[in-house]
């Protein structure tokens, strides 16, 4: 004999518990209506940009530098160089950046950062899997670039940790909170030229002797907002890589472009 279902067995109904999610659903959508994720403008769904806002976005595309991620203002094959990354080599092994910042990237990286608008972290960390998919591959273990305990205090979370966080989810591999800490405050970046912005974050960063077992002979994937000068992800780098690291790579969500017209190399 079969055991007795209440009326709230959703068994008894088939089909209930969607209808019951659809109806949730709608009314969330009631209550919060989705809106453009740039301009707040009214969209058909949660995490979206309006046509206007997608239009000013510039995801960046290949040809790039194959070391810096720097986009090339024209393809000449494969495995180009930029001619800053001949001349000085960064620490890490690849960088890559999913757009450029500028329109409404912009506006998702400082809603994130400034806004507490920490739902964006979601649809940033989608484009960035897109873009960094070859250093997502060739990599063991998510870190993000932290903030110093002071600056979280003030802003409540790093918006780095929390792009780091989807992205390791989205890629099913581990983050490692906690590992890399920043040893003490620095000046925000903003408006630093090159040799400030470097004498800024020199020696910031360290992996704690009881974390370095996390670190040591892993590929690194190293996650932070924008790449400017890579002064903030050069530092970190080297902190990672004199904690044992096999490698590191950088993924942001966007990074600045620099004017003008580049010589390539192969």
């Known amino acids: 004999m079969q055991p007795a279902r209440s009326l709230a067995d959703p068994s008894r109904f088939p089909g209930w518990s969607g209808w019951m999610e659809s109806c949730a659903g709608a009314m969330t959508r009631l ?12 969209t058909f769904d949660h995490g979206a940009l ?3 806002c997608w239009s000013t976005v510039t995801f960046i595309e290949h040809p790039v530098c194959e070391v810096t991620g720097r ?3 024209h393809d000449r094959g494969d495995g180009l160089v930029s001619p800053e990354a001949i001349a000085d080599p960064p620490p890490y092994r690849r960088a890559r950046a999913a757009v450029l910042h500028e329109g409404a990237a912009r506006k998702l990286v400082h809603g994130l950062k400034y806004s507490d ?3 964006l972290a979601k649809l940033m960390a989608a484009w960035m899997v897109r873009a960094g998919r070859d250093v997502l591959d060739d990599s063991d273990a998510v870190i993000a670039v932290p903030l110093h305990r002071g600056r979280i205090l003030m802003r409540r979370y790093n918006q780095s940790a929390e792009l780091a966080r989807h992205v390791a989810h989205l890629c099913r591999k581990p983050h490692l909170a906690g590992v890399l800490q920043r040893t003490r405050a620095t000046r925000p970046q903003v408006g630093l030229g090159l040799r400030a912005r ?23 994937l190293l996650i932070d907002d924008v790449l400017t000068t890579g002064s903030t992800v050069n530092a970190a780098t080297k902190a990672l890589l004199k904690a044992g690291a096999a490698q590191v790579s950088v ?6 472009a ?5 010589t390539l190399y192969a």
Do not use: W
Request: positive net charge; proline residues 7%; aromatic residues 8%.
């Open 71 to 73: 986009p090339f203002d």
């Open 258 to 262: 620099t004017g003008g017209v580049e």
């Open 117 to 119: 608008r920490a739902d």
């Open 50 to 52: 309006c046509a206007k």
């Open 31 to 42: 209550i919060y209506p989705p809106v453009c994720a740039g301009c707040s403008v009214m």
């Open 198 to 220: 470097q004498d800024n974050v020199r020696s910031a960063f360290e992996v704690r002797p009881r974390h370095m077992h996390g670190v040591a002979g892993r590929r690194i």
């Open 251 to 256: 993924l942001t969500f966007a990074r600045v």
